[in-house]
C-alpha cells in the first residue's frame, strides 16, 4: 500500500515478480482504503500554499494512474524490465529480489 513514490517501487517490485498489469493496479488503488486521505493531502498542505493546484487530484489512487504509469514505461522502454535496466537493476538483480521476496513466501 502506498501512493507516489511507494506506489511506484510497489509496482515495480510487483512487476519483478511477474504479477499482472490488473493485481498491480489492484495493490496501488489498495491506498484508497488503507491511507485517510487527510493523510496525503495534509502532507501537501504543510508546504507552502500553492495556488492553482486542486488539492484532491492528491488524494487518493485511482486505478487509472498506475494505468497511465505502465503505459508510459511501456511506451518510453519497451517494458518494464527494459525500464529497469536502463536505470540499473538489470536482470541479475531482478533475480536476487525474486529470491529474496520468495523466500517467505
Not at 52 to 64: H, L, R, T
Not at 71 to 95: C, K, P, Q, T
Request: with cysteine; charged share 30%; aromatic share 6%.
Amino acid at each position: 500500500v502506498g501512493k507516489d513514490r511507494t506506489g511506484l517501487l510497489a509496482a515495480l517490485c510487483l512487476s519483478v515478480m511477474k504479477a499482472s498489469d490488473e493485481q498491480i493496479i489492484n495493490d496501488y488503488t489498495r491506498t484508497n482504503k488503507e491511507m485517510p486521505k487527510a493523510v496525503a493531502i495534509g502532507e501537501i498542505q504543510k508546504r507552502r500554499r500553492m495556488d492553482g493546484i486542486k488539492m484532491e487530484n492528491f488524494a487518493g489512487s485511482p486505478p487509472e494512474a498506475m494505468e497511465h504509469t505502465l503505459r508510459h514505461l511501456r511506451a518510453e522502454y519497451g517494458s518494464v524490465e527494459s525500464y529497469l535496466d536502463s536505470i540499473g537493476f538489470d536482470n541479475e538483480w531482478r533475480n536476487m529480489l525474486r529470491s529474496r521476496l520468495r523466500v517467505g513466501a
